[in-house]
């Protein structure tokens, strides 16, 4: 299977932590975004990269929010100090550059604080 | 900014009667339009889209939107619903080439398809 993967699919942690998830977009996509999905609600985006560079922040992104994508492929994004607030599915997807490009969605991660 | 009203978060009918899931959607610069379908349990899949030209789109299976500038309206129909149709539907905007690259969701519809 070629599409979007994401891991860890759940992650439970204490408030106060940190955590670090990761995507791995389809090979051949130049783009890859990040967006937060809350229970009854559409995603809501957060960032995005054009290759290696991010492009592109929401304000929905606090500092305690960081993405990577250092050799432009694979994706991190970390949350440090975590709250409760924080609990959501993350979704990764990508996409080539370009005119109507369609994102292919990843299964997501699906974190609950405590 | 953009921004997209579903107007309905819960759409239940009966197998083989036709639906419409409704969006609105404001933005102050031209957009692309697009419908998500999310199934239990699996990631976001693009359903079909409005780039330019016709503005009536279909997708494989059965569903169609059409783009109304005037009423900035992107409706999604299917004349008979299956159960295999239950899942939830997101409108999507996106602005035109010169805009960001960020997809506007609106809150979701759910359908459902009872026997």
């Known amino acids: 299977d070629t599409g979007v993967s994401q891991d860890p699919r759940h992650k439970i942690t204490k408030r106060g932590q940190n955590v670090t998830f990761r995507c791995d977009p389809i090979s051949e996509h130049n783009r890859l975004y990040w967006y937060r999905q809350t229970l009854g609600q559409g995603p809501e985006f957060l960032t995005y990269?054009?290759?290696?560079?991010?492009?592109?922040k929401s304000r929905l992104l606090s500092d305690r929010f960081s993405a990577e994508r250092p050799k432009g492929s694979f994706s991190t994004l970390e949350i440090q100090r975590t709250e409760q607030g924080d609990s959501a599915m993350y979704l990764c997807a990508s996409s080539f550059s370009g005119r109507g490009n369609e994102q292919f969605f990843g299964p997501g991660t699906r974190l609950t604080v405590l | 900014a953009q921004s997209v009203t579903q107007l309905d978060s819960q759409v239940p009918v009966f197998e083989e009667a036709p639906v419409e899931l409704r969006c609105n959607y404001s933005?102050?610069?031209?957009?692309?339009l697009f419908w998500y379908v999310q199934y239990p349990n699996q990631g976001l899949q693009l359903l079909l889209k409005?780039?330019?030209?016709?503005?009536l789109v279909e997708s494989i299976n059965g569903f169609e939107a059409e783009f109304n500038k005037s009423q900035t309206s992107f409706h999604l129909r299917k004349p008979s619903v299956h159960i295999s149709d239950t899942a939830e539907y997101f409108c999507?905007?996106?602005?035109?080439?010169?805009?960001?690259?960020?997809?506007?969701f609106g809150e979701g519809t759910q359908l459902t398809v009872n026997p």
């Open positions: 409005y780039l330019s030209g016709s503005t």
């Open positions: 933005s102050s610069v031209s957009v692309y």
């Open positions: 990269f054009q290759n290696e560079a991010q492009l592109e």
């Open positions: 999507a905007v996106r602005g035109g080439e010169t805009s960001g690259s960020r997809l506007t």
